[in-house]
């Protein structure tokens, strides 16, 4: 109702009807938000301007005086600075020292992958190519889970050479003890050249795993956790080292 009789004195003062008041009262407020929108834009354009005018200054100075050096840091990309170092499986190296533990296990009672390997056929695509498919083996699996000083490893064997791995995936954990070792063919990035690699593959979406340092050979920066092995002489038990306790070793929980 005020707004009624605001508009009708509006067209009373300027001798128009009630419509062409309203109207013009509208336009005037339109008018009013354009000009304080212009003025808020300008006011954040001069604070931008005069903050990089200010860091230029500031720039020219470091350059220009020789008595501040300039200090340049490495700058990571998000995707870079997630991904982890890898873990090196570095068993010979004599500045650390390992404590081996027993695994319940002869170098007898495991199984040499080196006379199992994976057996592939050739299938074809929908699109009329061929592709090789690995073909499910029968039989028990060639590692055996152990654990050992608090952790669920994986232990296997290939030709006179024992290894021991995390059992568990860091893709989505899956068993690696069920896994297949094989020889992977990857392309390295100085020359080109290509090398193959002995390798555990996970049974659930076939990442493969570098024996010798546990790196994987499908995403840059996935790794796992190797442990060094060894044959006790008298009992030609396989036992596997470690650098450190679990903490439930001095509860009394442990044998090693």
């Given at each position: 109702?005020?707004?009624?009789?605001?508009?009708?004195?509006?067209?009373?003062?300027?001798?128009?009807?009630?419509?062409?008041?309203?109207?013009?009262?509208?336009?005037?407020?339109?008018?009013?938000?354009?000009?304080?929108?212009?003025?808020?834009?300008?006011?954040?354009?001069?604070?931008f301007?005069?903050?990089?005018?200010?860091?230029?200054?500031?720039?020219?100075?470091?350059?220009?005086?020789?008595?501040?050096?300039?200090?340049r840091?490495?700058?990571?990309?998000?995707?870079?600075?997630?991904?982890?170092?890898?873990?090196?499986?570095?068993?010979?190296?004599?500045?650390?020292?390992?404590?081996?533990?027993?695994?319940?296990?002869?170098?007898?009672?495991?199984?040499?992958?080196?006379?199992?390997?994976?057996?592939?056929?050739?299938q074809?695509?929908?699109?009329?190519?061929?592709?090789?498919?690995?073909?499910?083996?029968?039989?028990?699996?060639?590692?055996?889970?152990?654990e050992?000083?608090?952790?669920?490893?994986?232990?296997?064997?290939?030709?006179?050479?024992?290894?021991?791995?995390?059992?568990?995936?860091?893709?989505?954990?899956g068993?690696?003890?069920?896994?297949?070792?094989?020889?992977?063919?990857?392309?390295?990035?100085?020359?080109?050249?290509?090398?193959?690699?002995?390798?555990?593959?996970?049974?659930?979406?076939?990442?493969?795993?570098?024996?010798?340092?546990?790196?994987?050979?499908?995403?840059?920066?996935?790794?796992?956790?190797?442990?060094?092995?060894?044959?006790?002489?008298?009992?030609?038990?396989?036992?596997?080292?470690?650098?450190?306790?679990?903490?439930?070793?001095?509860?009394?929980?442990?044998?090693?």
């Open positions: 109702r005020q707004s009624t009789l605001a508009d009708q004195q509006l067209a009373i003062n300027n001798n128009i009807d009630i419509d062409e008041a309203r109207y013009a009262k509208r336009w005037d407020t339109q008018k009013l938000r354009e000009s304080s929108k212009t003025a808020t834009e300008t006011s954040i354009m001069n604070g301007h005069s903050q990089a005018s200010a860091f230029q200054s500031t720039l020219s100075n470091e350059v220009s005086s020789p008595s501040k050096p300039i200090r840091r490495k700058v990571l990309s998000p995707r870079t600075a997630a991904i982890p170092e890898p873990r090196l499986n570095r068993p010979h190296d004599s500045s650390v020292e390992i404590f081996y533990f027993r695994t319940g296990f002869k170098q007898n009672e495991i199984l040499d992958s080196a006379l199992y390997p994976p057996e592939y056929k050739t074809f695509t929908v699109t009329g190519q061929t592709r090789k498919v690995k073909v499910k083996r029968n039989g028990p699996p060639l590692g055996k889970k152990v050992v000083n608090g952790k669920a490893l994986a232990l296997f064997r290939h030709n006179n050479s024992f290894y021991a791995i995390d059992n568990k995936c860091c893709h989505q954990g068993p690696l003890h069920q896994g297949d070792i094989e020889d992977i063919e990857e392309i390295r990035t100085v020359g080109g050249e290509k090398k193959k690699t002995l390798c555990i593959t996970c049974p659930w979406h076939s990442w493969h795993f570098d024996l010798t340092d546990g790196r994987c050979l499908h995403q840059e920066g996935y790794s796992q956790q190797m442990y060094p092995c060894k044959v006790e002489v008298e009992s030609g038990e396989v036992m596997i080292g470690f650098r450190s306790f679990d903490q439930d070793q001095f509860k009394g929980r442990l044998e090693f």
